[in-house]
Structures are given as C-alpha cells and as structure tokens.
C-alpha cells in the first residue's frame, strides 16, 4: 500500500512534468506573403516554445504572423507542433479537426448567434460534436457558472452586456474542454473596466 507520503511525491512529479510539457513548439518557421506585388517577410525563422499553463501574449500588426502562430494558418517552412501534433503536413480539413479539437477561441467581436440564448451558443460545439442531450446540459451549466452568468442563460446576446456576451464566448470556447484558448483581442470591443475584468477571468480560468 502506497503511504501518503509516497502518493503526494507522485502528484508533485506528475505536477513538474505538467509543467514542463510544450503545449506549443515552433522550430525557424517561416511565412511570406504577397501584397501588391511586394513580398512580405511575416515570420523569418522564428521559434517559440509555449509550456502547459503559461499565459501568453502575443501583440503585433496585421500581416506580422500572428495567425500561423496560432495555427490557423500554414507556415512555409519550420516545424509546428501543437499539443504534441505535427501539423505541417495535415491538410486543411484535418487542420479544421486538429483546431476544432484541441484549440477553444474567442474573439474580438463575441461571434455569438443572435437567435440563440446564451446556453444555446455555449452548447452549438458539443452539437457538434454529437454529444448526448442529458451530457451537453450538464456541461453548458457548468461552464456558465464558471464564468459566473448561469443567473443569465436563456438571455439572448442582444439582452446582454458587451461584458457578458465575451463570457458567454469565453464559456463557448471552454466547454469542449481543449488543451489551450486562443483569444483573439478579446478586450477590444469592451471599455476599460469590463476589459480588466474579462482579463482577470482569463486569469482565474488559468490558475
């Protein structure tokens, strides 16, 4: 029988090799683009390591590479590993799969369906994913709380504040459970108190 003592040492190594593990790796990864006839150097070799757990950001102007970073684009050549995936050689579809899977975003703008309430938006993934009723609504209910808006989820975006609505995105993005989120100026659209409360979310959500 394992001792207490010998239970908490596992936990604490479990814990360090977490800790340690490379959600992303890129390895001299290189994108061009062509704009009007002009070729742009988005990304020249870069390399990047993103561990479990770490809260980055990653600012830069449209064209800068931000979204091959964040794998919703190819690279042209280097290494992408997301989540322990290859995913140079993986086609868009597979690509579409390997995001869907593993990737939960949030987006500047909320991209959230009007017709539907907030529990209805927060349970559009795990449709699709063909999860049964009783399991999705158990899930969505416990997302919306963790976001602290189940007191408001069968009111619809347009009923809700702008700070509420990227809860309702935020609660979209975590339901499916994915290894990272990938927040796309999330605070943009929002003033500067709701922004530092939406960002003390993404805070608490990562502790």
Request: with cysteine.
């Amino acid at each position: 029988m394992a001792t207490g003592r010998a239970v908490d040492s596992r936990k604490e190594e479990r814990k360090a090799e977490w800790e340690d593990y490379k959600m992303i790796v890129l390895d001299n990864i290189c994108k061009t683009y062509e704009v009007g006839g002009e070729i742009v150097k988005a990304l020249d070799h870069a390399s990047l390591h993103i561990k479990a757990g770490e809260f980055v950001s990653i600012i830069g102007p449209s064209g800068s590479g931000k979204s091959t970073l964040g794998c919703l684009d190819i690279a042209d050549e280097g290494s992408y590993y997301l989540d322990g995936i290859a995913i140079e050689e993986y086609s868009e579809d597979d690509l579409a799969r390997i995001r869907n899977a593993k990737i939960g975003f949030v987006f500047q703008n909320f991209n959230l369906l009007n017709k539907l309430s907030a529990q209805e938006n927060v349970e559009l993934p795990l449709i699709y994913k063909k999860m049964a009723k009783k399991e999705r609504g158990q899930l969505v209910s416990e997302t919306l709380s963790q976001v602290k808006l189940e007191e408001r989820k069968e009111h619809k975006p347009m009923e809700l504040s702008g700070g509420q609505q990227q809860r309702v995105a935020i609660a979209r993005a975590l339901v499916t459970s994915p290894a990272m989120i990938l927040a796309d100026e999330p605070t943009g659209n929002l003033d500067t108190g709701t922004g530092e409360e939406i960002m003390s979310l993404f805070d608490e959500l990562n502790a």
